[in-house]
Antibody, heavy 120, light 111 residues
Framework: QITLKESGPTLVKPTQTLTLTCTFS??????????VGWIRQPPGKALEWLAL???????RYSPSLKSRLTITKDTSKNQVVLTMTNMDPVDTATYYC????????????WGQGTLVTVSS | QSLLTQPPSVSGAPGQRVTISCTGS?????????VHWYQQLPGTAPKLLIY???NRPSGVPDRFSGSKSGTSASLAITGLQAEDEADYYC???????????FGTGTKVTVL
């Protein structure tokens, strides 16, 4: 059974760096073709893909946010970490991590999400 | 600005059939990348509803079906039920972005 859970601060100040951790179980991130991504959703708005990391440490980022994002993994801890620099109130959103379906481009398992508010 | 456009809302009475469109372009749906659909119930995380244009994950009722043609895709819900009231999102891959794109989202209301 695949599960994912996000953790991190619920409130950050403008210009600060956000660090979110996705702790997962039920699959190894060191197996060929396995990957985990981050997606966010501002309140009342649509989903937005942020980043993806593959089993072989290959990384992909949303072009519009690439300069601010870093995604890393720790396979020994079954964790994926996303950092986002220079946070702004427009970055207020629920942040989800998700398992990408092997062999495809869909996200088949999602964490419950964590709401991050950016405010001074 | 999303590269996949959906109608903001659709509605139908219980038992009726509703469809949700997802319009893309030659760099995503038209580039032969698959379309996937997610259902998001109020206050919950998205759930994969349709993958690979037409496939349902285990446990998804066959009332939900997907199709794709050219640069667009559609999700159909037949025999609409009260529990289907949710937000629905399409998703694909875009070659110009080299990344994943989600639709603008559609709220389904059961009258």
């Amino acid at each position: 059974q695949i599960t994912l859970k996000e953790s991190g601060p619920t409130l950050v100040k403008p210009t600060q760096t956000l660090t979110l951790t996705c702790t997962f179980s039920g699959f190894p991130l060191n197996t060929s073709a396995v990957s985990v991504g981050w997606i966010r959703q501002p309140p009342g708005k649509a989903l937005e893909w942020l980043a993806l990391i593959y089993w072989d440490d290959d990384k992909r980022y949303s072009p519009s946010l690439k300069s601010r994002l870093t995604i890393t993994k720790d396979t020994s801890k079954n964790q994926v970490v996303l950092t986002m620099t220079n946070m702004d109130p427009v970055d207020t959103a629920t942040y989800y991590c998700a398992h990408k379906k092997v062999g495809g481009y869909s996200f088949d398992y999602w964490g419950q999400g964590t709401l991050v508010t950016v405010s001074s | 600005q999303s590269l996949l456009t959906q109608p903001p809302s659709v509605s139908g009475a219980p038992g009726q059939r509703v469809t949700i469109s997802c319009t893309g372009s030659s760099s995503n749906i038209g580039a032969r990348y698959d379309v996937h659909w997610y259902q998001q119930l109020p206050g919950t995380a998205p759930k994969l509803l349709i993958y690979g244009n037409i496939n349902r994950p285990s446990g998804v009722p066959d009332r939900f079906s997907g199709s794709k043609s050219g640069t667009s895709a559609s999700l159909a819900i037949t025999g609409l039920q009260a529990e289907d009231e949710a937000d629905y999102y399409c998703q694909s891959y875009d070659t110009s972005l080299s990344g994943y794109v989600f639709g603008t989202g559609t709220k389904v209301t059961v009258l």
